[in-house]
């Protein structure tokens, strides 16, 4: 009895094994090919990767298609300025430009590989990059690629297709420093070309690509994500006295011989022209920027169809942050909201749009189509993809109230026309106001510019001048009225005001403080 109960024991601890690895293996053992992918083909419900909108996986790193799809359509361009003699007096010549530094310099502005010397020009040479944008061998790049490294294009400029397999001599179609761009013509037939993609629908994070030839490199790509929208950088002033930017930030590594190449989405089409970088080494150090396509696309089609760029004017004037003395940043400040919340109005000259629609001094735009903006070079980025004729909505702020109102762009720039007293009381924070004639009498002055009221965070705020000083000389001139002290104040850093306290005996002196004042119009 004893013994038949120890084998049903045995025989039920058997069955219950089997049992629990039938059970192991039907109900909770994985396939070691879940690791990848399962061996039928389909993905585990618990699968942690991306899908779209059809639920069907993607890989969102997988490059391969765009990049073979990019890389036949980008062209190495190459120029060369043969030796010639040169003059100090040449007044566009950039070695004649007064050199601070600037960490876009070595990247743009030194993109000849020669230096300049006080009488003899090397032969300079040159290489960049292009994308082809139609089958017939229309080309885009940026302007200073095929510069001359003055106001004129290079005399000799070549273009390679990818893999070398030729190489052609190219006609200039056109070219819009503002934007640094350039149109190229070669002849050809059914070529690889590019298709544009939107870039106002690129979002921040978005994984693009970079495709060029750098360095020595032949046809390179880079991958990298958009970090910023909108940039600004002032770069553009190096070439163009009305600079337009509205630059894709990205950390796709660019370098010399990258610029004029196309910057790519993963589907392969044209978001942009990689320009520049902000590089204080002079190599890339993760910072790069590019034009974007919806920018690229119309000054292309503007030149191609009027043989020079259409743009549409708001009719405002801002300050910029790069180079004024009294920045947007400071405007914005004053009226109590934080830098890069909109784009200070200036002036509002009578003859623009903006003027016509309602905006005026004082008013802080915001957002263009809905768009924000921060900057005066941002603003005048989008605006500069769009056609005279074209209205556009501006949200601006009026006394802390937004308020919308739709403007038509003009074909041609507003006429600005701001006071000297305007301009030094922005530039110096102060009220002035020409010395009145009988205190000339009375104090036997021949003239002189009164302090009036002095705003604390300006200028002279931060010296001990009191209101009631009447300037009478700037470094040694005299000057007599306001206009004469606009005009002894322009162009200098450090300037030195001379004057009197009327009552007081003597001279008083103080150093004053400032940067180039400069300001656009959009």
Do not use: C
Request: glycine residues 12%; neutral net charge.
């Amino acid at each position: 009895m004893k013994v038949k109960q120890v084998l049903l024991v045995v025989l039920l601890s058997v069955l219950s094994a089997f049992a629990g690895m039938w059970i192991y293996g039907r109900y909770f053992r994985h396939d070691t090919t879940a690791i990848a992918g399962s061996a039928d083909g389909k993905v585990p419900f618990n699968y942690a990767g991306f899908f779209d909108a059809k639920g069907n996986m993607a890989d969102p790193t997988d490059f391969t298609q765009a990049s073979q799809t990019a890389i036949p359509a980008v062209v190495h361009i190459k120029t060369k300025i043969p030796a010639k003699k040169i003059t100090n007096d040449l007044p566009n010549s950039r070695s004649n430009r007064s050199r601070s530094y600037d960490p876009f310099e070595d990247f743009f502005g030194d993109f000849f590989g020669g230096r300049i010397g006080p009488q003899i020009q090397p032969e300079q040479r040159a290489s960049g990059s292009g994308v082809i944008i139609s089958q017939d061998g229309y080309i885009v790049t940026n302007n200073h690629v095929i510069s001359d490294g003055n106001d004129g294009v290079a005399p000799e400029i070549k273009v390679t297709l990818n893999e070398g397999r030729k190489t052609f001599n190219a006609k200039v179609v056109g070219r819009d420093p503002s934007t640094d761009l350039a149109i190229l013509k070669i002849e050809g037939n059914n070529l690889p070309y590019l298709i544009y993609g939107n870039s106002d629908n690129l979002k921040v994070g978005q994984w693009v690509l970079a495709v060029g030839y750098p360095l020595t490199l032949e046809a390179t790509v880079t991958a990298g994500i958009v970090s910023a929208m909108g940039r600004s950088t002032g770069v553009n002033r190096q070439q163009s006295a009305s600079p337009v930017e509205s630059f894709i930030q990205t950390d796709a590594a660019v370098n010399q011989g990258n610029s004029g190449g196309p910057l790519i989405n993963t589907k392969g089409e044209l978001i942009g022209i990689n320009s520049n970088i902000l590089a204080p080494t002079g190599t890339y150090v993760g910072y790069s920027f590019s034009i974007p396509s919806n920018l690229v696309r119309k000054v292309v089609n503007d030149i191609v169809k009027y043989g020079d760029v259409k743009r549409g004017y708001l009719g405002v004037q801002y300050a910029d942050n790069n180079s004024s003395r009294v920045s947007n940043d400071d405007y914005l400040k004053r009226a109590g909201l934080q830098a890069g919340q909109g784009v200070y109005v200036v002036a509002a000259p009578s003859d623009g749009g903006a003027s016509k629609a309602g905006l005026k001094e004082g008013d802080i735009i915001t957002k263009i189509n809905d768009v924000a903006v921060s900057s005066g070079l941002e603003m005048a980025g989008r605006i500069g993809a769009l056609q005279p004729g074209d209205k556009v909505k501006i949200s601006y702020l009026r006394n802390k109230k937004e308020q919308i109102v739709n403007v038509t762009l003009s074909g041609t720039p507003s006429k600005v026309e701001i006071s000297s007293a305007k301009i030094l009381q922005d530039n110096l924070g102060v009220e002035l106001q020409n010395v009145p004639a009988k205190d000339l009498t009375r104090y036997k002055f021949e003239g002189g510019v009164k302090v009036v009221n002095i705003k604390q965070d300006g200028p002279l705020g931060r010296t001990r001048v009191e209101k009631g000083f009447v300037i009478t000389a700037v470094n040694g001139r005299t000057i007599k009225n306001i206009d004469e002290l606009a005009a002894a104040l322009g162009g200098g850093s450090t300037v030195e005001l001379q004057g009197v306290y009327p009552g007081y005996s003597g001279i008083y002196s103080y150093q004053i403080d400032l940067s180039g004042e400069e300001s656009e119009s959009f």
